[in-house]
Structures are given as C-alpha cells and as structure tokens.
C-alpha cells in the first residue's frame, strides 16, 4: 500500500469519524429514527427536553409564534402556523423539522439561542409524537 493511499484512507475515516459522532444539526435535510423507548410522556420525557431548549421563547413568559410548549395542551395546540405535532406521523410534524433543522430558515433553536437538540433528544420527541 503506497503513502498516498494510507493518507487517502486516513483521511476518509476521519470525515466519517467526524460526521456520525456529530449533532443532529450536522446532518442537515436528515431526521434522526424515533427512539425505541416505550412509553415516552409528554411529563416525563419530552417537558425536560423543552424546558432546556425551548422555554426561554415558547414558555409561559414568550410565545414565539404564538407557540407555547410549557405545557401538553399547549405543545397540542401549535402556534400562528397552525399544529406543529402530527399525532402518529412524526417525520411530518412541523416541530420534529425544526428540531431536526430540515430547513435553515426554520431551525430550533436558532443558531444565536441555542445548541441544536441531539440526535437522541429528536428521537425521544419523535417517538412521543409516533407513540
């Protein structure tokens, strides 16, 4: 094997090191899978994800887009878009795209708010949605 090649490969399995041990954020225009855990709850499973990320624009105090997700009626409701939670169908949930930041436009948190929420954090979500 010559030198130019062992670089080649080095450098290869770098990138790849690179991109799957990044964010969610990382792979932009991808959905992480929904989470294999079982009986996901708005109380205890998704309300902490929210209260880390969203709450300082979509809590009691801000509504973002008139959208609120302090509470479960609240995230059922959706904000001035209409609803950002598609019971069953959470690939298609306008708030699984933003998470996931599918568009850059519509990316949550914004950039200059927040971290991206994790692969783990939007498969939790999607699986609440799903389930």
């Known amino acids: 094997m010559s030198l130019k090649t062992l670089t080649l490969g080095l450098s290869l399995s ?7 041990s990044g964010s969610a ?6 959905i992480p899978p929904a ?7 708005y109380a205890k499973d998704i309300q902490p994800i ?3 990320n969203c ?3 979509h809590g009691a105090e801000k509504q973002k887009g008139k959208l ?9 409701k959706g904000g001035e878009n209409g609803k950002d939670v598609i019971a ?4 298609d949930s306008p708030l699984v795209k933003s998470v996931a930041r599918v568009v850059e436009d519509d990316a949550m948190p914004p950039a200059d708010k927040g971290k991206p929420l994790t692969a783990a954090e ?3 979500i999607r699986a609440w949605i799903d389930q």
């Open 14 to 20: 770098m990138c790849l090191l690179l991109v799957s």
């Open 25 to 30: 954020a990382d792979k932009k225009g991808t």
């Open 35 to 41: 989470s294999d855990k079982k009986g996901v709850t």
């Open 50 to 52: 929210f209260d880390k």
């Open 55 to 57: 709450f300082k624009c």
């Open 68 to 76: 609120r997700l302090d509470s479960l009626a609240a995230t059922l």
């Open 88 to 91: 069953g169908k959470s690939a």
């Open 122 to 124: 939007i498969g939790l």
